[in-house]
């Protein structure tokens, strides 16, 4: 271990080269015009992963969108597998002009290296990749490791959806290592033991057939975008509740201990409001800053497309206006159930004067996996040992829909863990990834996969 | 009088030709990059009035955006003048992919003529200009014209405003025809003695310093959609009052003779739903349908820029967001002292983690004129001639600033009508003009001109 350990520093340097190489290419996932890109990203890396020594690597091509990239390496007959995983497709970047940088002209400033995906989640992908490389260039494998990559994580996820099921025996595994997330604070390795879900939905409304003039029809002809104003913001409560019927009923509390562990991390509200450059913070009444980003479910509006929003003025009345909504779930809400409700609420309150539609664009379960776990225990020892501070368990409040596929339909405890920090701006202008940390990564990987050795 | 008018029936298909040319140009005055399109237009306009027999017509250039057309013809010394207004300028024509034919490539089907700005005025400068020419062509001018057409109307408005005031003299009449309104049902000839004024305005709301992930921070980080949407909201009492302090305590009511007379006109809440194609109506209970459209303020969202509203998902809370919102104003509200309270009324009620910026994009004073007064009773018979069918005194519920600048800077009596439809699609996908009312207008202006002789 201590050989791909050394292996590992020895060639940070071309390993930065060779992450660079990576980021400029734009796998943005949700943008048709990036197709290609997502097919140069994924073939790029199943050529590493064969470069790095995997008996396998292969782009597993998708029906209809961006292909997985898979690759194992099962000589060590005997002994534990570890599945990991990573994605390879990336937010879109706009808006460009808040990039100090370009986007996919990867820079190193300071200790950091800025592109879209160095955190989310290229880095961490590239990290596991280069663990894998300095074992298998030194004393070997300790254990036996699959690798799925997919390309879909930021859009859809449909691919990884379908494959997994599909393809259960060639996934089976003693534990799942998701390598996409982070550190709760700077200092502060940490292990994920639970995630928020969610729900994306887009609401329409409709009132005119024809945009009109807001002068001759102002008054009396509907306009989309008050209906739409009138039912988003019923949807919340004076304290910050939201009122879909039934909403938090599913709503499991956290335990005392879970409560108490989270107000030891140094993590506070006046400090978080500063970090994203806010007057203050919001959210529901009544429960912390942590609670209310882990533990609590949210309602969120990413914005409205229709009427009139360039420069100057237009007097127009929208024939129609589309609101993308999402809400990030906690255990035990189930979103399909959730979106039931979400819709029932919006069909009923509506106006007679407006017609409303919503539209499912993609979900995922919330998620919680005990820290007792022996792979969590193992991710905890490697990762204090890789970074120097003890590990912490803590909750995300993103959502990581994989992690629900791989515990329910592969029935693997699985390890959600990475080095990101809280100001990687992810899925924002200015992404960067610590490069410290992502060398601690490396190693973090190497020292994971000893710890897992003892599994069986 | 009735040469000039066999004149111009003869000659409508050339005047067809000629209005395609001119609606060919797009004369879009709010997006910039149709800075020279505006110029061409204008041009062309003179153009045509030197051709048509004017004394004087001169592109008067802007300082700062669109220019000016001015024409004259005074060789009736004696006679009254009349200043004749229009505006070249057009609205933007998206979304473009409603049109049925595209929106500067004009196309006659059946009755009407489609294209952006046919009825939105270049259709009424035009049959203004050729009632002009049809007299100068046969028997002469009866009375003095002086031509005024200005290339921002859809826009700030700025050019005239400078203008009118240091022209004063130039721009003497005895009463000013404002060429830019309609009938108010299919078969009645309307003249139009109220309007509404505007204030539209940008209301900006920020939150965190950059874009954030609404998994990572969402349920403590500030979202400006959500406090956008709140305040917007938070405007509308359940009744559709708007509760900006104070709002309404400068509004005139209607007199009961012109209430009773709003109740003649064949307009019904049920054919307005119909005519627009919406499954109802909305507005301020307590209000007939003409008087929501003609005697009430109004207050419009038009359309919220900010976060994403592309194809797919994308979990982002954005940093700022920028609502476009306008108020209709009616006598005697003050546009200034209204934005001042909706400042005030933002400022207020923001969320103290959220900061909120105004900006005054445009405003335009509401106006009255009494049926009596005799430039409007000579309209009512030129109207009523021209159609066969007794003109109606109406309001409207859209703004022309520059009838509040004529009646206060230059003090004239002030005559608005014209032969636009409710259906013509102003600011609109699919614009048109009805063909055989544009000839009546011909016929309408030349009838005009001579009713107005008696003026002194």
Not at 147 to 154: A, F, I, P, S
Request: overall charge neutral; aromatic content about 8%.
């Amino acid at each position: 271990m201590e050989r791909a350990i050394a292996y590992a520093r020895e060639h940070r340097a071309s390993f930065l080269e060779e992450l660079q190489e990576w980021l400029a290419i734009p796998s943005v996932s949700t943008l048709p015009e990036h197709g290609r890109d997502c097919e140069r990203a994924a073939g790029w890396l199943a050529d590493r992963m064969r470069r790095a020594g995997l008996q396998r690597a292969e782009v597993v091509p998708s029906r209809q969108q961006h292909p997985l990239v898979y690759g194992e390496w099962l000589g060590a007959p005997g002994a534990p597998t570890v599945l990991v995983y990573g994605h390879y497709d990336v937010q879109p970047a706009d808006p460009l002009e808040l990039w100090e940088t370009p986007p996919f002209q990867p820079t190193v400033r300071g200790d950091n290296l800025y592109a879209r995906g160095a955190s989310d989640d290229k880095g961490h992908v590239f990290a596991t990749l280069k663990a894998l490389e300095s074992l298998l260039a030194t004393d070997g494998l300790p254990v036996n490791v699959k690798v799925l990559v997919e390309g879909e994580e930021e859009s859809s996820g449909a691919e990884i959806a379908r494959y997994v099921p599909r393809h259960r025996r060639r996934l089976r595994a003693d534990c799942a290592l998701v390598m996409d997330s982070g550190f709760v604070a700077p200092g502060v390795p940490s292990i994920t033991v639970g995630l928020r879900g969610i729900l994306y939905t887009e609401v329409e409304v409709r009132g005119p057939a024809t945009d009109l003039h807001s002068g001759t029809f102002g008054g009396a002809a509907p306009n989309p975008f008050h209906e739409a104003i009138r039912l988003l913001a019923s949807l919340r409560d004076r304290r910050g509740r939201i009122r879909i019927p039934g909403f938090y009923r599913p709503v499991r509390e956290p335990s005392e201990a879970e409560r108490a562990a989270w107000r030891e991390l140094p993590v506070g509200e006046e400090e978080f409001a500063r970090s994203i450059g806010a007057r203050g913070t919001v959210g529901e009444e009544g429960y912390s800053l942590l609670e209310r980003l882990w533990a609590r479910p949210t309602l969120e509006v990413h914005g409205i497309a229709g009427g009139f929003t360039g420069p100057g003025a237009k007097t127009v009345l929208p024939a129609r206006c589309v609101a993308k909504v999402s809400m990030r779930l906690v255990p035990d809400q189930n979103p399909d159930r959730v979106y039931r409700a979400f819709e029932r609420y919006l069909l009923r309150n509506v106006h007679p004067a407006y017609e409303v539609m919503v539209r499912k664009l993609h979900t995922g379960r919330p998620w919680m996996v005990s820290p007792e776990e022996p792979a969590v225990q193992a991710a905890a020892r490697a990762w204090s040992a890789a970074y120097g501070a003890p590990a912490r368990f803590v909750r995300m409040g993103g959502s990581v829909p994989v992690v629900d596929l791989f515990s329910r339909v592969l029935g693997q405890p699985v390890v959600v863990t990475g080095f990101g920090l809280p100001d990687d701006n992810l899925h924002a202008p200015n992404e960067k990834v610590n490069l410290p940390l992502l060398w601690g990564g490396v190693e973090a990987v190497i020292r994971f996969l000893h710890e897992v050795r003892a599994l069986r």
